[in-house]
């Protein structure tokens, strides 16, 4: 949603004023979906595949009844229902309940960043970088960027739950089930699009409003899962969050459809929110006044400091988040160990692989959300080139190269503060649970140790930058998380599961000094050829 307020007159004559806050919608749907249809179709194309792909990966890994069972009662543990969904107690076993409740909550996230991110491109992104001023130079009204940018998101959303619905039809489910599945994940994703128009409006950057929006995504996956570990069907705290709320709908075991009334009905909320607040700013300003905006602020002094700066607000975020899910999962280490005395399969897992294995899991899930950090801090490089705002900083005694060289090494500077704060909360969650005052500093240390991982990915995301494909960054990231996610469950080779610098990362369980100085030399190897590539090639 934009207004013409403010705006600049244009030639001899100023813009005409559109008819209706709407003027313009059907024009800028059609624009978004030219510029967007490659990649939203490759989303709409991964998501299908996996939902088609995952029925046969679950028929082939658990074929007879006692496998499933043990896969059921290992889903059962705290761990498991952090990651996983609700059980509620019937057809547990059933290959479609067991589809829900393992990739629901995959899907329901894909999506809900599909959303976020397509809303943020057509509304902010577009005023940060000015491009929504051509589009304001004839007849738009008010609200038709914003209105656009949700009617896209819910086209794709319909689309996916018809395209994934099929797919899962296909494999052999019922429809019904498969449909109230498929809708009820889309219907979050439509959520979070409206939380995004939202925090579209409350802040000036870009990078600001997609934070928040992705904060809030967080912040709703870990209520419910939280909130599912206190009762296993769903306590109270569940309902705090719309997962949860998709999740309750209970395809294949009981199906009910009210929940997805309540997702409708706060996504009429959220988007009359986000109406409310466009009407009292103007055109490229925002609710929430940026601190950088002060004529006290403090002088940047070098590069480096300047791309510290930059992300100084989405480091902090990140932080709190893994913090508060390294606590979370610390925690959980008592019930695991707990849980092993009567599960087999869990107590075969323990005695094979240790304590320590646990740990080295739990870390390498909360390195693997780092991951999307260090990769957005370095493609931030190639949006500023894009709006212009990197020409101020090169304009000075600024080379190309070390531009580019300097948001990797500020992202590994970071990415070194979020393990830290993920290993300490990690560490403290099981310190206190166990009563071992050393695992804190244990798990602090294994949480640092995933830096080198973590770099690997900042290298990669500055070749995406050199390259301008800033998919490939995006792609790593994917596949880290769904490798660890869905590795198992998808049945990937392992030579493609080694390929994850995070799945080469084992530590407290081993300390893979080869592995560390391998990763670090990739890391420094991908970032010279990039910054290289960076050098020679034209600007944007």
């Not at 609200?143 to 395209?163: D, E, G, K, P, S």
């Not at 209970?250 to 409708?264: C, I, M, T």
Request: glycine share 10%.
């Amino acid at each position: 949603m934009s207004t013409t307020a403010g705006l600049p007159t244009r030639g001899r004559h100023a813009a005409p004023a559109a008819r209706s806050p709407w003027t313009g919608t059907g024009d800028l749907i059609g624009l978004a979906l030219r510029r967007d249809r490659v990649r939203l179709s490759v989303w709409i194309a991964a998501l299908t595949a996996m939902t088609a792909y995952a029925p046969g990966a679950i028929k082939l890994a658990y074929p007879e009844e006692a496998q499933r069972q043990a896969r059921v009662d290992l889903l059962k543990t705290p761990a498991g229902m952090m990651l996983g969904g609700p059980m509620f107690g019937g057809n547990e076993t059933d290959l479609g309940a067991m589809m829900a409740n393992e990739l629901m909550l995959t899907m329901i996230i894909a999506t809900s960043i599909l959303a976020i991110l397509t809303v943020i491109r057509h509304t902010r992104a577009e005023e940060e970088s000015g491009a929504a001023e051509l589009v304001l130079a004839s007849v738009v009204g008010r609200y038709a960027r914003t209105t656009a940018a949700l009617i896209l998101v819910a086209a794709v959303n319909v689309v996916l739950a018809v395209t994934t619905t099929a797919a899962m039809a296909a494999g052999g489910f019922g429809v019904v089930d498969s449909a109230a599945m498929c809708v009820g994940v889309t219907a979050v994703a439509m959520v979070f699009g409206a939380v995004a128009a939202v925090t579209a409006q409350m802040w000036r950057a870009a990078r600001a409003a997609t934070g928040a929006a992705m904060a809030t995504l967080a912040l709703a996956a870990l209520v419910r899962g939280i909130g599912d570990v206190i009762d296993n069907s769903g306590s109270v705290l569940s309902w705090f969050s719309p997962i949860a709320w998709a999740q309750q709908m209970r395809p294949f075991v009981e199906l009910r459809w009210w929940p997805l009334a309540l997702l409708s009905a706060l996504s009429l909320t959220l988007v009359a929110i986000a109406a409310a607040l466009e009407v009292q700013r103007e055109y490229d300003d925002a609710t929430i006044v940026s601190s950088g905006e002060s004529p006290n602020a403090r002088p940047i002094r070098g590069v480096l400091a300047l791309h510290l700066r930059l992300q100084r607000g989405q480091t902090l975020g990140w932080s709190v988040g893994l913090f508060a899910a390294g606590l979370a999962f610390g925690s959980m280490t008592k019930s695991l160990l707990e849980a092993a005395h009567d599960n087999e399969l869990l107590a075969r897992i323990v005695s094979t692989q240790g304590l320590d294995g646990v740990y080295t899991t739990m870390t390498q899930f909360l390195a693997a959300a780092a991951g999307a950090y260090v990769v957005s801090a370095v493609l931030r490089v190639f949006a500023d080139e894009q709006s212009g705002l990197g020409e101020a900083v090169l304009a000075g005694a600024v080379s190309r190269p070390r531009w580019l060289s300097t948001a990797v090494l500020s992202a590994v500077l970071g990415a070194s503060v979020l393990m830290f704060f993920a290993g300490l909360g990690n560490g403290l969650g099981a310190g206190v649970t166990l009563g071992e005052p050393a695992t804190v500093l244990r798990l602090t240390v294994a949480g640092l140790a995933f830096v080198p991982a973590l770099a690997v990915l900042a290298g990669v995301a500055a070749l995406a930058v050199a390259l301008r494909q800033s998919w490939i960054g995006w792609l790593a990231v994917t596949f880290v998380v769904a490798s660890l996610y869905l590795g198992a469950l998808l049945r990937l080779p392992g030579w493609l599961l080694d390929l994850s610098p995070v799945a080469q990362t084992s530590y407290p369980a081993d300390v893979p000094a080869l592995g560390w100085f391998v990763m670090c030399c990739a890391a420094a190897a991908l970032t010279v050829f990039a910054a290289v590539r960076y050098r020679h090639r034209d600007a944007v």
